[in-house]
């Protein structure tokens, strides 16, 4: 079983920055895919960026050139950093991960860390 730590976050002025990081633990065999997701008031649940084990990434286009997904492999901790922060960009955010097993990709979620942009 896979354990998945969200930290950061918070309340943020339009304009700022933050960082959000999770970190897996427990009995992992192999951390593949690690993401973040969002979820707005009333709104589903979107990707907003992910990262393969082999460094490859991939954004929503509402946050290209302003977010930066990146990890730490051997610590398995995923980081998201988030600036240009919008009004929009407010939600909860979610780190999803992959784990590998055997041939198989287990997944977690995280409980989720809200970030609120507001002046």
């Known amino acids: 079983q896979v354990q998945l730590l969200e930290s950061g976050g918070g309340m943020v002025q339009p304009g700022s920055f933050t960082r959000l990081s999770c970190t897996a633990s427990?009995?992992?065999?192999?951390?593949?895919?690690m993401a973040w997701y969002r979820q707005a008031p009333g709104s589903q649940r979107e990707l907003v960026a992910a990262?393969?084990?082999?460094?490859?990434?991939n954004y929503a286009d509402s946050v290209k050139g302003r977010f930066t997904i990146s990890r730490n492999s051997p610590e398995n901790t995923v980081f998201l950093q988030m600036n240009s922060l919008e009004a929009s960009d407010t939600a909860v955010y979610y780190c999803?991960?992959?784990?590998?097993?055997?041939?198989?990709?287990?997944?977690?979620w995280g409980q989720g860390i809200q970030v609120t942009v507001s002046s």
């Open positions: 427990g009995k992992i065999s192999k951390i593949m895919t």
């Open positions: 990262i393969t084990s082999d460094g490859n990434t």
């Open positions: 999803h991960v992959g784990e590998l097993r055997d041939v198989y990709i287990q997944t977690y």
